[in-house]
């Protein structure tokens, strides 16, 4: 199922499709989104925005705002 | 003297292989962002001597925010004979998209993994020799808290032999080399990082839920603040009493022993200058020598970046970054290094509003003033201590929260930008270094700062007392201060008090003591009765409190934001704006208590 990284739900993996024109899209690439790679949402902020995912073994945190722009596939 | 390069992601240790190398004490802690500008040291091996400079952290060599742009610049100047990179044995693939990106630049590369106890701990295997073999370059494995490996890697940099390479560093920028990176680093570590299961992850996962838990994140924020208040206020007592005591048999000792001076000598002396120092070391020393390892405590453990993910929505209401918590924490224990701190946020305007309320929390040099005036005038109990503290704290973020919103809104006016923040994982703090260093890096030294600007002050309070002037002066500031529901000795103190905020009260006392009340201040019982003398009541002390939270930032501050915002302007409108808030809020407050 396609959907977008913000929707996707808490313990919920998903395979990055694609980054769009998301204005940090190279800052996300850097830390290691890219295509192809494995997203698992680890944490919702107590406020419901940001959301933490692990990337590559590491926890980072990225509000909705951003997060809509990110196409994921839900493994 | 060869030049080496230190760099890697942030939070990887880059600060402390940087300290167990040259001996120094650069500040480290468990969140992303500490290191913000860079700093040199030397040291030697055999007969060899080197420079090495400790970098901020990065993701990338494509920069965001001002620190990066930093590391950026330095590895691009290739002013340096060896670059080391520093990778986090746990997070390998992301480290090694650096890796290749500055392999693009230079090939005078150690890659140092550290962190490899970590590794241990979590069960995973990682082949260093196959890692060297793929890279192509010197690969050692480090576990740099406890020294671990750090001998091997001046053995490494002793026999680095520098040689000419091709800079290639154009290509860093397409987007299709990250792509390729990013797949060379994956299809590494896949061969080279074996990972098992391991507990450790859950226990983390289990505190990263409770700490941003919908219902308990909140509360339990609060609560760990009133636990940190209540210890500092306990834990302070007796050693103050001890000091107290120790400074009233010095100052009866030395005043009979300089008998021989003139009386006015010795009363300047003894009962002017020595007894406010004693007063500021024995009143303001032992809550700033708890409350401030504590804090670097809670740094260590990576709280730190869990608050600024809990709070971020708030700030992003309010237009701003998240980061913004980061510093607002960092505040607390100095607003300088608070404002320092706001490096870490990449867009001007965000770093603009973190930088003009940042004084709004108090930072580790008013804290105990607080603490005072809250003790003497308002109430006696332990727990309504920490809970009056706990409300003033409370409400000190709450107006960093709406003048960030009020800001912009109007001077620095726009959306919030995008913003990624990595949560650290939690760590073990090393307690017995994390209260040594923060004993004598911080608050000694704010010791010392309040002494160089005691001595001065005390002869200058005694010049202007016995020549009439201090009265002249009070009075002339008299009806301002009447205003706030304070008075001009009041005023006074907190003009002379700009290049240290911790002296503001024991410029007070000296004042009022000056006036003529010549009593002794030894206990709060006493210390009370000077200031009911004197005028003060219930809203005299809440105003006071209100003026300590907001006024201007000290002396170090201002030329801090000075210099980080490159104007006067931003400096000027950074004293203005606490100040004002101060005058409004003493001033309905005083009309309150007026109409009641
Ligand atoms: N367990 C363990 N912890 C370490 C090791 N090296 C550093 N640390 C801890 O990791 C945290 C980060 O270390 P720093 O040296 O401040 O990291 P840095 O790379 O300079 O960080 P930035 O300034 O953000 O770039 C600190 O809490 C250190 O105590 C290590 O080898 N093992």
């Not at chain 2, 700030?315 to 300088?336: E, R, Y």
Request: charged share 20%.
């Amino acid at each position: 199922m396609r959907t977008t990284l913000d929707k996707l739900e808490l313990g919920k993996k998903a395979k990055i499709i694609s980054l769009n024109n998301s204005n940090i899209k190279r800052r996300l690439m850097d830390i290691g989104l890219i295509e192809d790679s494995i997203v698992f949402c680890y944490l919702v902020s107590p406020l419901k925005d940001p959301i933490a995912y692990k990337i590559k073994n590491a926890v980072i945190a990225i509000r909705k705002s951003d997060g809509k722009d990110i196409e994921v596939e839900v493994l | 003297m060869k030049k080496i390069a230190l760099i890697g992601n942030p939070n990887v240790g880059k600060s402390t292989i940087f300290n167990t190398l040259t001996g120094m004490h650069q500040h480290t802690g468990n969140w992303p962002g500490k290191t913000v500008s860079s700093s040199k040291g030397i040291f030697g091996f055999k007969d060899k001597k080197y420079e090495i400079v400790d970098l901020p952290g990065t993701y990338s060599l494509i920069a965001n925010s001002e620190e990066e742009m930093v590391s950026r610049d330095y590895i691009l100047s290739l002013d340096y004979d060896l670059v080391i990179v520093v990778c986090d044995s746990l997070c390998l693939e992301r480290n090694l998209n650096l890796v290749f990106q500055i392999l693009e630049v230079t090939k005078n590369i150690i890659v140092v993994v550290n962190l490899m106890d970590e590794a241990k701990k979590k069960n995973v295997d990682i082949n260093l020799n196959l890692l060297e073999k793929k890279l192509g370059v010197k690969v050692l494995g480090t576990s740099a808290r406890s020294k671990i490996g750090i001998r091997e890697l001046k053995e490494e940099i002793y026999n680095f032999k520098t040689k000419e390479s091709i800079n290639n560093s154009k290509v860093i920028e397409n987007s299709s080399f990250i792509y390729e990176v990013s797949k060379k680093s994956n299809d590494i570590v896949s061969k080279v990082v074996k990972e098992n299961a391991n507990k450790k992850e859950k226990i983390d996962y289990f505190f990263d839920r409770l700490l941003t838990n919908k219902y308990v994140s909140f509360p339990l924020m609060i609560i760990l603040m009133m636990f940190i208040f209540w210890l500092t206020i306990i834990g302070a007592n007796y050693p103050s009493e001890i000091l107290f005591n120790l400074f009233i048999n010095v100052e009866n000792y030395l005043y009979n022993f300089f008998s021989f001076l003139p009386i006015w000598l010795n009363d300047l002396l003894i009962n002017g200058i020595l007894k406010t120092l004693g007063w500021v070391v024995s009143v303001m020393l032992p809550p700033m020598a708890i409350f401030f390892p504590l804090f670097t405590l809670l740094e260590d453990l990576g709280i730190l970046p869990r608050i600024a993910f809990n709070l971020d929505k708030v700030f992003q209401k309010c237009n701003s970054c998240g980061k913004q918590s980061l510093c607002m924490m960092m505040g607390f224990g100095c607003n300088a290094a608070g404002v320092v701190g706001t490096r870490i946020i990449d867009s001007k305007r965000e770093r603009l509003i973190a930088i003009l309320t940042n004084s709004f929390v108090p930072c580790n040099g008013r804290f105990p003033i607080l603490l005072v005036i809250i003790s003497v005038f308002l109430t006696s109990s332990i727990f309504f201590k920490v809970s009056i503290l706990t409300l003033l704290i409370i409400f000190s973020i709450m107006t960093t929260f709406l003048i960030s919103f009020i800001l912009s809104k109007t001077l620095l006016k726009g959306y919030p930008s995008s913003f990624t923040l990595e949560l650290s994982p939690y760590r073990r703090p090393q307690f017995i270094k994390v209260i040594i260093r923060s004993v004598f890096d911080k608050t000694l030294h704010i010791l010392a700062r309040s002494i160089i600007v005691t001595i001065p002050v005390g002869i200058i309070i005694y010049i202007l007392a016995n020549t009439g002037m201090l009265n002249t002066i009070n009075n002339f500031l008299d009806p301002f201060g009447k205003l706030l529901g304070l008075d001009g000795v009041i005023i006074t103190a907190f003009i002379l008090g700009f290049p240290a905020n911790e002296i503001v009260l024991p410029i007070i006392l000296m004042s009022y003591l000056s006036l003529g009340t010549l009593t002794d201040y030894t206990s709060i019982v006493e210390l009370k009765k000077i200031l009911v003398e004197n005028n003060w009541t219930i809203l005299t002390a809440i105003n006071m409190l209100i003026l300590i939270l907001f006024h201007f930032p000290c002396a170090t501050t201002c030329l801090t934001i000075r210099r980080e915002t490159g104007s006067n302007k931003w400096m000027i409108i950074s004293m203005i704006l606490p100040l004002l808030i101060g005058i409004i809020l003493c001033v309905i407050n005083s009309f309150i208590f007026l109409v009641n």
